[in-house]
């Protein structure tokens, strides 16, 4: 009993505070945090604290404590047990629910039976991990344990959501003019996953490396499985928009009057009209449904940059424009920028936060109108991009476009483009240039247009050597 006469006595306040913090759990879950055991291998009454979850202490340990000691650190560590089995019944609990309501939300807005979780319960089961470690914060090592759980239940949660996640082709349709079933119920599920990794996320930071450790996996396996669902759907969305790009080429740019207009719609193509229509057709219903805070940002900024690019891509490498073909093609490119600005300004960005793309796109239209002396004058294409002012270039020219050269299809190249760096760009150009050169290619045409040609490659070589 001398052992435990050297306990130090809580004060009036800690114990207030100590009972206070577990009102919600029964007195059976009640544990002592730390013990001050004294240092019986010095023979002094002097305490040491020895820290909880006394499970941790090794038996062949034990003997170098009292009776006494030992004693209450076999009693404590049932309190231990049971905490941690209601802790981890609390999480499992927690995610059960997830799983047997709908979102609140969901419910009020779609007449769709309330299968799926949404962001509420992703939310709430991120706030029962949450202030489950809060709660053992105070001690290193139960904390750990409680992770543990934690990891395991927000494993059950990715586990049970991607066991709902639709893969079939109506999740990633693109017929419209509504979202389909499917694609209804994994915007659901991502959301649900959004909510439940963001908190989570932010709350790594709060805890000490090893508690990292064990959750950043299991939190990890979340923004995998919500982006599971988001990155095929958007590579759907991106493959319609190159597809309906790609139709310009069908369009005859050659004319030099322009027809009488016929409606309102005369001077725009049925490519760009398409085009417009399925922006509206992603702003408004395909990725509406997706409650996933500044995400949704970053995806409608992506697919502006992407189409932008695609567009002014295919655009500078349209061959023979007449002085109608020019005007109809300037049409459509303002067609395009007012498409998307709308689409940027539903997620509160401006054209000019594409950056890159967006002085493209401003420069590719009285790129269209000046001179041939003028396109290797840098006042008048210094803000030009160098791809964009060779295949202009190159365009105006007898020369083949690269595509040309190689047996390519527009579609085909500029997937190419889209996929490589502006290195590799350059140097399929160069290509281009050796083997009109070196390889033949100029044989192959008039006299004329050869010397044509071999004016053009002066040309692209000057602009080639002043963007090195």
Known sequence: MQALRSFKPLSAQATHDFYGSFKSSSPLSLFIPTLFIPKSNKGTSSPSPLTFPFSTVPNHHLPLHSPETILVLRSIHAFETLYLTRSTNRLTESVSTSFSISSSISSSFTSRAPTFPGPNEGLAA???????????????????????????????????????????????????????????????????LYHLWSPLHRALSDHTDSVREILRPAVDSIRTAYLSISNPLIMSIRREFSAIITRMHRVDYSKNTSPPAMGANASTSSYMVDLTERLTFVREELLASYRVGDLAKEWALDLARFTVQTFVLHASIIKALGEAGKLKLTSETT?????????????????????????????????????????????????VPTLILLHHILSRSVLPLPHQTHGWTEAEYVKWLNEHGEVDRLKLIENTLVEWEEKGGREKVAEKERKEGDESVKVLRMVLQARK
Not at 353 to 381: W, Y
């Open 126 to 192: 991120a706030r029962a991990v949450v202030n489950e470690l809060d709660a053992a914060r105070f001690d290193p090592l139960l904390v750990k344990a409680v992770a543990k759980g934690a990891a395991r239940a927000v494993e059950g949660f990715v586990g049970k959501a991607d066991a709902l996640i639709a893969r079939d082709h109506s999740a990633t349709s693109m017929l419209g003019p509504v979202e389909t079933p499917s694609q209804h119920g994994n915007a659901e599920i991502a959301s649900s």
């Open 335 to 383: 067609s395009l920028e007012f498409a998307i600005s709308q689409y940027l300004s539903s997620h509160s960005l401006a054209l000019s936060s594409m950056g890159d793309q967006f002085k493209a796109l401003r420069v590719f239209r009285p790129l269209l109108f000046l001179d041939n002396t003028q396109l290797t004058t840098p006042s008048h294409t210094n803000d």
